[in-house]
């Protein structure tokens, strides 16, 4: 059914039909809309066979998830920002004990200093935790993730990670379609553990692993999620065979056909870069977008052949490797033919500043000029920084920088002293 | 595409009237998209929530940059916060007040954009009991811009609350749509004379 909802609410309603009979969270912006909305349905009983748990921290939410999982129940939690760092030690077990327990990420920024706001650090943090982690563009796309994450966790045996951009999603309201309980049971059938803790059958799950055969549980590790690969394509298909929109999968590519450039993103600002693109194309600029759904596992094969063509790869990311550089331009390289110089790492929409596009055509404009450098920050204030680099220079105790950033900003509630 | 800013503080329900807006125009067929821009979450704080109205799926995810509309839900702002920054010429601009534009201090904006002042505060208070000012101004926004019907504000607003509370508030919004359509009645009288 159609319907104009906030985007929290819209994921809420995906995961009650999906079934959960276990849900554990620890309310944190940007996320509380979603489980507030399932503790209401839990409540009012219209999810119906399911134990809403209240917990002290996102540890515990991590943890009460892990052992309900692995007690053959499905599972599902919420989090965000400092959230997901606090569970990060859970985060870890839940995919090396193999429990495919349903998580969203509200993408915030990460502190300090700290942020309320949109970027991806937190998903970013944990992109290696063996976790798959798909990122959703739109509000229909997060609510279809979730049944798509059910499934697929489930049937390898993985936590699956659906990633939405925090405010931007989150807290929009947009026009989603709602999929009847009957097409969702369709899709997903009843969750049949791979694994089960049984007092009638005891095992132990989560033995302590020495160096005689630890590389091979992560070896399989590995194997598991390259499996993923092969196999979310298909689901993506399946999916789209019993709802009737394409969703989900590895990767979207628009206008890519016959693109010299190509930019690559994650989440809602390829929405921002499809409009600035057609604009551009109006001028007749051979330019095209990639959007990465899935980015654990990394889908090498499926890049590779996206960029086959492309001259340049411009790479919009929200999270910065600092020392490094970007994310997921690091990974895009490995999937480049080309020159490796001709991938390009755009910093952009840290901590909640607003991706324009007039600040994307600028960028996308000096790309093909050849005048982009190796890395950028997308609307980097370069005067605020010689300020502060000067300070820095000129007094050894020139005092916090983020509070000293503040000030000269003329933000008048960072005045403290 | 059509696109709405709307100004206010927090507790004025500035988020709720950029959802209402998106739901009115969803029951009309066409697509929307409201958010916010959450500052800091809290009681009289500064708050700016947009709404975009089209008729196919709306990408973009800036702000709204240059509004078509602007919905002033409390005057204090007016030399606060840059209000007018970005809005086009011809705009639709509505403010909450019961004052005069030359008392606002706006009279050097009158000739540029389609200004409407309305008592939005007043006809909350008489009509809900609270001086929750939103679902006035969308009656008022629907009057003024032609680009909603007041029956999809008060739907919209039947949609989001129940029971008393939605039908103080849809009789706010109808007080301010007879208002506002009075007053551009008189203004078309006196264009004629």
């Known amino acids: ?130 976790w798959i982690q798909l990122f959703a563009e739109t509000n229909q796309e997060a609510l279809d993730l979730h049944i798509q994450a059910f499934r697929l966790g489930e049937e390898l045996s993985l936590p699956v990670m659906v990633c939405m951009d925090g405010f931007i999603l989150t807290h929009a309201y947009e026009r989603v379609d709602v999929p009847t309980q009957a097409q969702v049971d369709t899709y997903l059938p009843p969750f049949d553990p791979r694994q089960i803790l049984d007092p009638s ?42 709802f009737g929109r394409e969703s989900g999968g590895l990767l979207h590519a628009y206008r890519t056909e016959d693109a010299d450039t190509v930019v690559v993103a994650l989440g809602s600002v390829l929405g921002t870069i499809k409009d600035t693109v057609d604009e551009m194309r109006r001028g007749g600029a051979k330019i095209g977008v990639l959007g990465i759904t899935c980015f654990r596992p990394w889908p090498l094969a499926a890049v590779r052949s996206a960029l086959a063509h492309a001259r340049r790869v411009v790479v919009i990311e929200k999270s910065l490797a600092v020392g490094l550089g970007g994310i997921v331009s690091s990974n895009v390289r490995t999937s480049f033919a080309g020159n490796a110089g001709a991938v390009h790492a755009v910093i952009a929409g840290l901590g909640g500043r607003p991706i324009t596009r007039a600040s994307l055509a600028r960028v996308f404009g000096e790309a093909m000029a050849g005048k982009l450098e190796p890395l950028t920050f997308l609307d980097l204030d370069r005067a605020l920084v010689e300020r502060a680099l000067a300070r820095e220079r000129g007094q050894r105790r020139s005092g916090p920088i983020a509070e000293n950033i503040l000030r000269d900003v003329g933000v008048v509630a960072a005045r403290v002293g | 595409m059509f696109q709405v800013r709307i100004h206010g503080r927090g507790g004025q329900g500035v988020v709720t009237a950029a959802e209402l807006l998106s739901i009115a125009a969803f029951r009309e067929g066409r697509h929307a998209q409201a958010f916010p821009s959450f500052g800091s979450e809290r009681t ?52 909450n007040t019961t004052r005069g534009f030359a008392e606002l201090g706006l009279n050097e904006l009158t000739g540029k954009f389609r200004f409407c002042a309305l008592p939005a505060t007043e006809l909350a208070l008489r009509h809900a009991g609270r001086p929750v000012p939103n679902a006035a101004l969308l009656g008022g926004f629907a009057a003024i811009s032609g680009r909603i019907s007041l029956e999809s504000v008060s739907a919209a607003i039947r949609e989001k609350f129940a029971g008393k509370v939605a039908e103080d508030n849809v009789a706010a919004a109808s007080a301010a749509y007879a208002h506002v359509r009075c007053e551009m009645g008189e203004a078309e009288h006196a264009q004629a004379d």
Not at chain 1, 221 to 230: G, S, V
Not at chain 2, 69 to 81: G, K, M, N, R, S
Request: proline share 5%; with cysteine.
């Open chain 2, 44 to 95: 009289g704080a500064p708050v700016v929530a947009f709404c975009r109205i089209d008729d196919r799926e709306i990408r973009l995810r800036e702000p709204v940059l240059e509004p078509d509309a602007l919905i002033i839900q409390d005057p204090t702002l007016l030399h606060q916060v840059d209000v007018f920054g970005g809005v086009a010429r011809g705009a639709f601009v509505l403010i």
């Open chain 1, 201 to 242: 059958e005891p095992v132990s799950i989560g033995a302590m692993v020495g160096p005689e055969a630890f590389t091979e549980v992560r070896y399989l590790a590995h194997a598991k999620q390259m499996r993923a690969l092969e196999l979310i394509p298909g689901w993506a298909e399946e999916f789209r065979a019993v």
């Open chain 1, 1 to 130: 059914m159609l319907k104009q909802t906030e985007g929290s609410h819209a994921v809420a309603e995906a995961v009650a039909l999906c079934r959960p009979e276990v849900i554990c969270a620890y309310p944190i912006s940007p996320q509380t809309h979603i489980v507030e909305g399932l503790g209401e349905m839990v409540k009012s009983g219209a999810l119906a066979r399911c134990e809403f748990i209240n917990v002290e921290s996102e540890f515990a939410a991590m943890s009460v998830a892990i052992g309900a999982s692995a007690a053959g129940a499905r599972a599902y939690t919420a989090t965000a920002s400092q959230g997901l760092l606090f569970m990060a030690e859970a985060v870890f077990n839940a995919s090396g004990l193999g429990l495919p327990i349903v998580m969203t990420v509200a993408n915030r920024a990460i502190g300090a200093p700290i942020n309320i706001w949109n970027d991806h650090s937190d998903s970013m943090s944990q992109r290696d935790c063996g």
